[in-house]
């Protein structure tokens, strides 16, 4: 192995100048390694700061070639000597790697390397400034770590999840969110919103965003549709503001769900609730000028809101002027329910019609004098075959037996 020449007082003098000043300035630094390197290589000063990083003494490095502070491997690629052109080239040379302590063991670092040049321009040696990073450099490898470990678990939930900053750019997806837009996360991450959905769409979802930006407050259970290229979704969302480590507010992350299966089967069941309600509700006409509605079951606001409507389009479609409401198939009557019949009665009357209200049956009679309901504008029979009686006398109408008309 080649040995290199030792470092001689008179380069020492050179590459210093005042070894005092240059004392007075390094020798109080200890978080930064400081060397004076002559033109070839050799360490000529160590201040302790660099005893404290490098493991090495003063006695123990001054005359050695700065090569030692290298792994094995980088000493074979001739990575001290093309740093040190780098310098001479450059006047200055910056890097990151791994360095070796005495012991051996290897530490990452920031090395600065400055040439030294006199004032005629001739090289004089080189300044050598180390800083350990290894601690810098454990934390970005765990956090490196984590980020895959989190984005491992992320791409294994069937939520949709999404990172986006103040540009309305996607700067982080997982898989499910990706393969719902038909795309791969790398062609969604760092696209806008615009880019990936009709500008409406995409207008949509930002004011969502904004809102949970400007306020620093979640915002959640939106139920909103989404287009992709696989067609038209419906989903539910929540939204929470995306903060950095000082906690300001740098974007948004969004969970989304898949309820496409949900809302059409909640639109299944509405469809079916609707039918239901009209066949619990008809409306028929029984005699000409008279038709009649039977209720069967509870009033609820609804329900009485759609009878009115059916009952008051049926008696314009017939022209009827009689409507019988029979309520012999309500099991109960409150105060709430006999306040729907006399809005359905005080609405037949707007359109010149009358109304008897039939299938009074003595409970609901008692029941309705128990809670102080005024029915006495309104015609009450007890059948409703004694209601229609009464609507053939509004209709000047008279029904007689064959035998009694021979």
Known sequence: MRREPKATSKSK???????DSFRMLVEGVTDYAIVMLDPEGHVVSWNPGAERIKGYTRDEIVGKHFSCFYPPEAIKRGVPEKELKAAIKHGRFEDEGWRVRKDGKQFWASVVISALRDKAGKLRGFAKVTRELTERRRNEEQIRILNEQQQTILDASPTMIFYKDRENRFIRVNESFARANGRSKEEMEGKTCWDIYPRETAD??????KEVMSTGQPKLDIVERMETQKGTMYVQSDKIPYRDLEGNVIGVIGFTLDITGRKQAEERIQQQSREIMELSTPVMQVWQGVVVAPLIGSLDSQRTQQFMERLLDRIVETNSPVALVDIMGVPTVDTQTAQHLIETVAAVRLLGAQVVLTGVR???????VHLGID???????SSLSAGLLVAFEVLNLQVVSKSASR
């Open 13 to 19: 003098a050179t590459v210093l100048g005042s070894e």
């Open 204 to 209: 949509n979802y930002w004011q969502d965003d």
């Open 375 to 381: 029915l006495s504008g309104i015609i009450t029979r």
């Open 362 to 368: 003595p409970a609901i009679a008692q029941t309705l």
